[in-house]
């Protein structure tokens, strides 16, 4: 039989019993003041299932002013009453996604929509006691209402691209038609001149009029030339455009590049022009990047190019191309001692048809914007520092290889 405690031990179990409760007391104000004032919302819930133990809707027993405010419900009118009743048109997932917590005792954490709140929430529910489930949760209907925002713009975006990319092919592709047409019928008028000039030299002199010589002979000929010489322009500009118009549409095969590979190919196809103009050539340990092949061999060749093409004749050409990583990009710099150019012209230079001496230099206009189009589509970027007379470092950062 067990023994009688004595008076001292009733004592001492009773401080302790009297310790243990204020401890409790003070656990349940912290708590109480906890779910009071946090600032996500809290909810405790008990589940309901049917007669097959299928959760079908449950009862809201304890929720917080947090949950009150996002969710505009007062406790006084839902505390004891179960959500469909309180919400009869409640998606089914919040139910069977419940169900599951309050039975299995998983935690679940998801973003998801209530269209009879109207709100977003990012939920994370658990199981406090058997077929209970407490949920903490915040209101994300503004995020998400940006993010969709975002993604529609974006879609807008790409959609108006498209069609003027579309419209631009059209309008360069037809309007060559009718170029064809002038070029041929300005030769087929020059060789009409030829002809009419001959008829006139076998006439007697006394026939001709003095400025008919002058009309046939200079006139127009000369207004041939410039018709021959912006039809020739013209179809440079429209070859141009087509070839911008259809870099939209290539299709990119995104992979690991082994850079120094890479460049070595770029190299190997201007190699006759390096040695001609007498180039020195000098090139780094070149870090790998996440890109399309076909895409960064045209960015490297056309700014390869660039160097060698507005090289300063009076010093010896060379050209240095290195790169490193910094963050997530790797960043490529290629790096030339030739004319440079003047600061406010920087960021010019990569606007279609922008040529900064187009009297001294062969080209179109269009090898840096179509460098930065491509950039765009495979998500790097390109800029350049430059001085006058002091050459160009352009560089280019793109996605690196993650580990
Ligand atoms: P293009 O070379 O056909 O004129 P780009 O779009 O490639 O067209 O270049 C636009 C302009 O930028 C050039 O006309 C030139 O004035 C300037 N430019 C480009 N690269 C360099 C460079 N490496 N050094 C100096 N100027 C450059």
Request: glycine fraction near 6%; aromatic fraction near 8%.
């Amino acid at each position: 039989m067990a023994e009688k405690p004595t008076y001292k031990e009733l004592e001492k179990r009773l401080r302790q019993f009297k310790q243990a409760e204020s401890e409790r007391r003070r656990i349940e104000k912290d708590y109480q003041t906890l779910f009071r004032e946090m600032l996500d919302g809290f909810a405790l819930h008990e589940i309901i299932c049917d007669e097959m133990g299928k959760p079908v809707d449950y009862r809201f027993l304890a929720v917080n002013p947090s949950f009150e405010r996002m969710t505009g419900l007062k406790s006084q009118d839902i505390e004891g009453m179960t959500v469909l009743q309180v919400l009869p048109g409640i998606e089914p997932h919040w139910i069977e996604t419940y169900g599951r917590v309050a039975l299995t005792g998983e935690p679940a954490f998801f973003e998801n929509y209530s269209s009879e709140l109207g709100k977003h929430f990012k939920v994370t529910a658990f199981q406090p006691a058997p077929q209970q489930f407490a949920c903490i949760f915040i209101d994300i209907t503004d995020r998400k209402r940006a993010e969709e925002e975002r993604i529609r713009l974006n879609a807008d975006l790409a959609a108006k691209n498209t069609e003027l990319e579309q419209m631009v092919y059209v309008a360069s592709h037809d309007l060559r038609s009718p170029l064809v047409n002038i070029d041929g019928y300005s030769k087929e008028l020059a060789f009409a001149i030829n002809d009419l000039r001959s008829a006139l030299a076998d006439l007697p002199a006394a026939d001709k009029a003095p400025e008919l010589s002058s009309i046939l002979d200079r006139e127009i000929p000369e207004a041939l030339k410039f018709i021959r010489a912006s039809t020739s322009k013209m179809d440079t500009l429209l070859t141009g455009l087509l070839r911008l118009s259809r870099l939209g549409r290539a299709a990119l095969k995104i992979e690991p590049l082994d850079m120094n590979k890479l460049i070595a190919i770029v190299i190997e196809s201007t190699e006759f022009q390096i040695k001609e103009a007498g180039f020195e050539l000098d090139v780094g340990e070149l870090p790998p990047c996440r890109s399309d092949a076909v895409q960064v061999n045209q960015v490297f060749s056309n700014l390869l190019d660039n160097s060698l093409k507005y090289a300063e004749p009076k010093r010896p050409g060379l050209i240095r191309i290195s790169g490193n990583v910094e963050g997530d990009r790797a960043v490529y710099c290629i790096e030339d001692n030739g004319i440079g150019m003047a600061s406010d012209h920087r960021e010019k230079i990569f606007e279609i048809f922008h040529r900064l001496q187009p009297s001294l230099y062969k080209g179109e206009g269009l090898g840096l914007t179509i460098v930065k189009r491509i950039l765009g589509r495979l998500e790097g970027n390109i800029r350049v520092e430059s001085e006058l007379g002091g050459g160009s470092r352009f560089y280019v950062a793109l996605p690196i290889v993650e580990k």
